[in-house]
């Protein structure tokens, strides 16, 4: 995650940038065929990475590997043992995150603005409701006395 999905999936969405100032609206989007290329290494290291994601004995982090923020991100340990937990449900997630790579990849290849917005979108969903089950820490209900 740390070295290729999140850069690639970073670099997706660092893609386009509209930027509001006093001055005007700038935006910043792919526009030569050398920033669609690079766009597009991006996305075929997300897909081909998801490949990793599934092998069977694949640690999470290296042995002795800390949360940079805890108690806002879970230990590897336990991030390894949500996994373990529940395969199918985790190789789901995957599958979903390989979906949301190859959307971004089919836009990049158009070389359409609009399609890779959407697709930039539903990776970020992918991710992040991942992230919900295997990487925060569960949340007490609203209401909830525990």
């Not at 893609?15 to 792919?30: C, K, L, S």
């Not at 290494?41 to 590997?65: F, K, P, Y």
């Not at 043992?81 to 158009?110: C, P």
């Not at 399609?115 to 979108?121: N, R, W, Y």
Request: aromatic share 6%.
């Amino acid at each position: 995650m740390r070295y290729m999905i999140d850069p690639s999936a970073d670099a997706v969405w660092d893609a386009i940038v509209t930027e509001v100032t006093a001055d005007g609206v700038f935006t910043t989007e792919p526009e030569t065929d050398e920033d669609w290329m690079v766009l597009r290494r991006h996305a075929v290291t997300l897909i081909e990475a998801t490949d990793l994601l599934l092998m069977e004995g694949r640690r999470v982090a290296a042995e002795g590997s800390r949360s940079e923020l805890p108690g806002v991100d879970l230990e590897p340990e336990e991030i390894e043992a949500l996994l373990e937990a529940d395969r199918a449900s985790w190789t789901a997630f995957v599958a979903v995150l390989h979906e949301g790579g190859v959307g971004v990849l089919e836009a990049i290849d158009s070389q359409d603005i609009d399609a890779l917005l959407v697709a930039s979108d539903v990776l970020d969903a992918a991710c992040e409701v991942c992230h919900v089950r295997y990487w925060y820490p569960p949340r007490p209900l609203s209401g909830s006395t525990r």
